[in-house]
């Protein structure tokens, strides 16, 4: 399975929280292991400073981790995701847009991951 990272601003809202959630749950369906830095995180306040650089860090590593990272949403008005975005370009992490949905199927930008292709919601492969 591949591990993504999902990259979605948060900024405390309900519904950024609501737009992960789903996402989390469409990409499960397709055998895709789901790292969401939001939900990881959410002991950590982000009105507290410290709490929000510490965020930050730990959010900076889990990209490393990953197989993918997934850009979704505004992200590129997002200061998290845009860091979270350049550590994958240093770490030449595979970085591929989700422009939107046909149900619960993401639909990507121009670049289609090539493990991704032959998945369906059936067989998660």
Known sequence: MKKVY??????????NLQAIT???QALTKFGVIPISPV???????????????LALTFCEELVSSCDAIFLCGAWEQSEGCNREHNVALMEMIPIYNIDGWDGDKPLFR?????????KTEKDGK
């Open 6 to 15: 999902i990259c979605h601003p948060f900024n405390g809202k309900k519904q």
């Open 22 to 24: 789903h996402i989390c």
């Open 39 to 53: 939900h990881s995180f959410s002991y950590l306040s982000d009105k507290v400073p410290e709490q929000r650089a």
């Open 110 to 118: 121009r670049n289609l991951p090539l493990w991704w292709k032959n």
